[in-house]
């Protein structure tokens, strides 16, 4: 039955219905793929505003091979921007609507670090609407911002604080494209850790993240030199729920980027699990993560190894779906303990025994069920919410000791699990987000893969959705 009401969902009359609904097919997003020798290639427009502190940082990450920078010809800051171009060697082409009128671009990215009163906030009119009907597919926009908490000026901070209402609106208009919106906040001295957040949210590898606010803070640990292509090469990651669906992604992207591998997962998932391993050259370890000792555990199998930890992904987790009228009290605490406590009780093994590197990585897996609430979820929502609560505390504690934590929030992603649900139940899911269709594992992947790089080193505290901008949630 179920195939029969996926052939009438599928069928051009039906289709058609829903194309005159408004409901359009969704467009086939660019992924990344080991044949692309560079994170972002095509037209790019950059502008911003006066007293902007982003500007160089963003010119010198985008000049490369395959990318031809633009800046609009009646821009304000136009001899800015030359300047700037001029001092580093950078090419720079001024860009007339009316006269390039074919030209399309592949991103478009704003620095607006240096707004400080609302009146000033017209300058993003100014930048974009000329051009978005010059997207291209796939295409990408990037509002780069001061993180509002850390100035002085009640104006300046009202300003910026409003480019997150713009960025989410714009990505709500721009998805049916496959484009995607996003927000960075730079606190003072974090120029410097722009390069890899602005690399990743450019790139094809950012394709299911869109309408996100990443915010960059000093590190007291200086962001090391990497390869674009092997950002992890001779890291050391355990993934924790390897053995398939999206653990199972995560090892993999983690892999491809240079990373040796170690997947956890339980006993009775041991023939997936050693399969993941071979796939990736990596080793895998059975232990249940809700077990006292398995920090030790872990512990044992790195000295076993000869390894180090640089990185670990707490991505295990269950669900015990009821109404809480029915719930009974072991599916509430099973949830809670999977999906919350161990990671709380893990992370603070690695801690106390220095198991992390300098430069170490925390990431954890959320849900937009714990942003935005789901029936039948109370203990998995608060579990996830919990994951939340324990990045946001950590983080300060964390970047004492160069360590950072952040977390991934997925949304409605094609799995084992999702095709299992009622057909029209996951039809109607899976479209409601602003790119109109359902993410895929690797989407969460290369977003844990971006947050364990060393390039992300000022990136900490940070929880981004990958969701595809869903209606559900802010």
Same mark, same amino acid.
């Given at each position: 039955m179920s195939q029969f009401v996926q052939q009438i969902i599928d069928s051009a009359a039906v289709r058609k219905i829903l194309s005159l609904a408004g409901v359009s097919d969704p467009v086939n997003l660019d992924r990344f793929d080991t044949s692309q020798a560079a994170y972002l290639q095509g037209n790019v427009l950059v502008g911003g505003t006066a007293n902007s502190i982003a500007t160089e940082a963003m010119l010198t990450s985008l000049s490369q091979p395959g990318v031809n920078l633009y800046y609009p010809a009646d821009s304000d800051e136009r001899f800015t921007l030359e300047k700037i171009a001029s001092a580093n060697n950078i090419e720079l082409t001024a860009y007339q609507p009316e006269i390039q009128k074919d030209l399309k671009f592949k991103a478009a990215v704003f620095d607006g670090t240096g707004l400080k009163h609302s009146e000033e906030l017209v300058a993003l009119h100014?930048?974009?609407?000329?051009? @978005?009907?010059?997207?291209?597919?796939?295409?990408?926009?990037?509002? !780069?911002?001061?993180?509002?908490?850390?100035?002085?000026?009640?104006?300046?901070?009202? %300003? +910026?604080?409003a480019l997150e209402g713009f960025t989410r609106c714009l990505g709500k208009e721009v998805g049916k494209k496959g484009a995607t919106v996003q927000l960075m906040y730079m606190a003072n001295k974090s120029e410097s850790g722009a390069k890899a957040p602005l690399e990743f949210l450019l790139s094809p590898k950012s394709a299911y993240v869109s309408a996100q606010v990443l915010r960059l803070a000093p590190s007291t640990a200086d962001v090391p030199a990497y390869e674009w292509s092997q950002p992890l090469a001779g890291k =050391?990651?355990? !993934?924790?729920?390897?053995?398939?669906? @999206?653990?199972?992604? @995560? %090892?993999? =992207?983690?892999?491809?980027?240079? %990373?040796?591998?170690?997947? !956890?997962?339980l006993d009775g998932a041991r023939a997936d699990l050693d399969k993941v391993a071979r796939e990736t050259n990596g080793l895998s370890l059975c232990l249940d993560i809700s077990a006292k000792d398995a920090g030790e555990q872990i512990e044992a199998f790195l000295k076993e190894n000869g390894l180090k930890l640089d990185t670990i992904v707490h991505n295990a987790g269950i669900t015990r779906d009821k109404t809480l009228a029915n719930m009974p009290e072991h599916f509430w605490l099973q949830a809670i303990q999977v999906n919350l406590t161990s990671a709380e009780n893990i992370n603070d093994y690695l801690v106390e025994k220095e198991l992390l590197t300098s430069g170490g990585r925390i990431i954890c897996v959320s849900s937009v069920s714990g942003i935005a609430g789901n029936f039948g979820q109370t203990n998995y929502g608060t579990s996830k919410a919990g994951v939340v609560g324990l990045v946001q505390s950590q983080a300060s504690a964390m970047q004492k000791l160069g360590i950072t934590i952040n977390a991934v929030a997925p949304g409605f992603i094609e799995t084992q699990m999702t095709q299992a649900m009622p057909v029209l139940v996951r039809e109607v899911a899976k479209r409601i987000n602003a790119l109109g269709q359902a993410g895929r594992p690797v989407?969460?992947?290369?977003?844990? %893969?971006?947050?364990?790089?060393?390039?992300?080193?000022? =990136?900490?505290?940070?929880?981004?959705?990958?969701?595809? +901008?869903?209606?559900?949630?802010?």
């Open positions: 100014h930048f974009f609407q000329p051009v @978005i009907r010059k997207l291209a597919k796939s295409s990408r926009i990037l509002v !780069v911002g001061k993180t509002p908490e850390t100035l002085r000026n009640p104006k300046a901070q009202t %300003a +910026q604080r =050391v990651a355990v !993934v924790t729920g390897a053995s398939r669906g @999206i653990g199972a992604q @995560i %090892a993999k =992207v983690m892999a491809r980027d240079g %990373a040796k591998v170690i997947g !956890v997962d989407d969460v992947a290369e977003a844990i %893969a971006f947050f364990a790089s060393p390039g992300a080193q000022m =990136v900490n505290g940070n929880v981004i959705r990958v969701c595809g +901008q869903s209606m559900l949630g802010a």
